[in-house]
């Protein structure tokens, strides 16, 4: 059984050589590519494993087709599938587009929504533009620290400004 340990061991370190190896000859063009793939990999995955926890199963056996698989009819069902198309959504929170798109999502979305759930919409909405505001004036605040002056920035000419009003 130790021989066997010691050779699964080397094999596994013999395969990281090779990887190590593999990937210290690519291209920057290659290296960018294995680095998309690889974060398309974990994104997969953390995908996965929040259907996972929801409890949701694909239709498709590579787990793409995950969000096509819910058809909710409970509150519950629909809170699992809102989860799952948030969590789906926020993964290009970082794209200059996303603050549009997320627009043009909720106007497309609540076209079809009476006058008294959209103003729902719009009290949750307001509700949650209230709470960031507190919390980016609170995070504002927090890097001044509680110095009791303000910051002022001292030059060389501040000296003798000084002396000149004097004599």
């Given at each position: 059984?130790?021989?066997?340990?010691?050779?699964?061991?080397?094999?596994?370190?013999?395969?990281?050589?090779?990887?190590?190896?593999?990937?210290?000859?690519?291209?920057?063009?290659?290296?960018?590519?294995?680095?998309?793939?690889l974060?398309?990999?974990?994104?997969?995955?953390?995908?996965?494993?929040?259907?996972?926890?929801?409890?949701?199963?694909?239709?498709?056996?590579?787990?793409?087709?995950?969000?096509?698989?819910?058809?909710?009819?409970?509150?519950?069902e629909?809170?699992?599938?809102?989860?799952?198309?948030?969590?789906?959504?926020?993964?290009?929170?970082?794209?200059?587009?996303?603050?549009?798109?997320?627009?043009?999502?909720?106007?497309?979305?609540?076209?079809?929504?009476?006058?008294?759930?959209?103003?729902?919409?719009?009290?949750?909405?307001?509700?949650?533009?209230?709470?960031?505001?507190?919390?980016?004036?609170?995070?504002?605040?927090?890097?001044?620290?509680?110095?009791?002056?303000?910051?002022?920035?001292?030059?060389?000419?501040?000296a003798?400004?000084?002396?000149?009003?004097?004599?």
């Amino acid at each position: 059984s130790k021989a066997l340990k010691a050779k699964l061991e080397e094999q596994a370190r013999l395969e990281e050589e090779e990887e190590a190896q593999r990937l210290a000859n690519l291209s920057p063009e290659e290296k960018l590519a294995e680095k998309l793939r690889l974060q398309k990999i974990q994104q997969d995955s953390d995908l996965n494993h929040a259907l996972d926890t929801f409890g949701v199963t694909s239709t498709r056996g590579d787990g793409g087709g995950a969000l096509d698989a819910f058809n909710p009819d409970t509150k519950e069902e629909f809170n699992e599938f809102g989860a799952a198309l948030s969590w789906k959504i926020a993964q290009y929170k970082e794209s200059p587009h996303f603050p549009q798109f997320v627009e043009d999502l909720v106007r497309g979305l609540c076209v079809n929504l009476s006058a008294a759930d959209i103003k729902k919409v719009k009290m949750n909405v307001e509700s949650l533009h209230s709470e960031k505001l507190k919390m980016e004036k609170a995070n504002a605040k927090k890097p001044a620290g509680k110095g009791k002056g303000k910051a002022t920035l001292r030059t060389e000419n501040d000296a003798i400004d000084g002396y000149k009003k004097y004599g």
